[in-house]
């Protein structure tokens, strides 16, 4: 076995974003944030959303971590790892004397519990485990090892993400999942990060305190309060009121420039792998053919999109690989023109379609997961499909949870999606959503045996030009079959107060609240 040092081949590039946090010792300052999201369960083995995991990357620690706005793994609840020379089994040795903010104590033992746990209840989230962990072992209390299906090139970062953190087993059931603290034996989580929950009021705030058990670095402040708006106008009005510190996601567009001209705010801007995207279900008519699926991308004009709902605030993309991000490329522009209604009327009429007997489907998106822009979003592209004369376009909704639920039911034949990464890899924006166990999770339905392979293969395989040979490959092939419609890439936009120091956004999209203070 060798030993691997904790230096990590980044495979994504991206800017920094930040407030310089020099010069500022706040601590004891309550900061309050203010936000739209909303929180779905908090049980790293059930949330699968931006907004809870941000709240988990805060409570919970991994094996490793990202150091707040870096992109370089290092050491967390583990000081060192070994991996054997088939690549298939990664051994850490854990960091002595941790506890849980309840005094109980952290070891292998419980790393290996929180994992089969994820394992056994079949969640959202629980595919970043079992499609790569065949199983944990207990080597000694201080020591434990995963075992691999295949090797991952990248399985380092998956440690990263919440399915991965270790479960306090005394407070989370080992058989079912949990929706709110209050199901929690004790009523509250126990974790063992930077910060821990003292107080929780579902759609309303959460209250974290700075955890005086963490081993690591103490936050800069001594509370964070989270508030939730219900619209982005209520959530702009605290934040001109002075209610609150900062707003971070999702103020409209609109807010954004104006906030932007004032100087009594800030403005952070995060340029990082956050995209949107158009879904077909493969699976059924109408757009288990391909051809229909090209037509409607033909049809998509990305420009108008961005400056018409997001006031140029964005970027166009060309791949479901962001842009950055090594192996990208923009085999999207395949269809010239952006939009090309000439080829989308092509396309429509080589199987049968006219102007009188229209391409019909439903487009659906959630009103308040992405920001008040969604219902803009959808508007726009309608018009731009019917645009072509063959095509008739039904816009429909559901809130985040139904819309969800929707993917099982496939109810939804075409629907608008976004993706924050879970772990920084093309592997995440490809295998996700036409991998067929990946596809399936989020609604899509497509599945090819051919391009499964190749995913594995790319997993597998540790020479970093043959993966990207592969990446590139399928980017082309993506152009063809269009499972997914890649639209743009997004900025992520923090208005802060003046006084407000430690904002930190990066890459990773991980956001750490311990940097953050208030000048003196």
Known sequence: MRVRKWAVLLLAAGCLAFIPTGGFAAAGDTIVYGTTEKVSDMDPAKAYDFHTWEIFYNVYQGLLSYPPGRTNLVPALAESWTVSKDGKEYTFKLRKGVKFTDGTAFDAGVVKWSIDRVAALKSDPSWLVTDFVERVDVVDPLRVKFVLKNPVSYFPSLLCSPPYYPLNPKVYPKDRLVRDPSELKGGQLVGNGPYKVV??????????????????????????????????TTMRLALEKGEIDFAFKTLNPSDIRDLQKSKKFQVVVGQGPFIRYLCFRCEGRPFNDKVLRQAVAAAIARKPIIDKVYLGQNAPLYSMVPMGMWTHTDDFKAYPGDPNLALARKLLKSKGYSEKNKLAFELWYTPSHYGDSEVDLAAVMK????????????????????????????????????????????????????GTEGSKGNGIFFSNPAWDRMFKQAQMETDVNKRAAIYKKVQKMWADEVPTAPIFQGNLYVIAQKGIRGILLSPTLQFNYGPISRAK
Not at 203 to 224: C, H, M, S
Not at 383 to 410: C, H, I, L, P
């Open 383 to 434: 018009g731009q499909m019917e645009a072509t004369g063959m095509m008739k376009v039904d816009v429909k909704s559901a809130e985040w949870a139904t819309f969800r639920d929707n993917y099982a039911g496939k109810v939804m034949t075409t629907y608008l999606l976004g993706w924050y990464p879970d772990y920084l890899d093309p592997d995440n924006y490809t295998a996700a959503f036409a």
């Open 199 to 232: 107080a929780f009021k579902r759609d309303q705030e959460v209250v974290l305190e700075a955890n005086p058990l963490f081993y690591g670095t103490k936050p800069l402040n001594k509370r964070i309060v989270i508030r939730y708006f219900a619209d982005a």
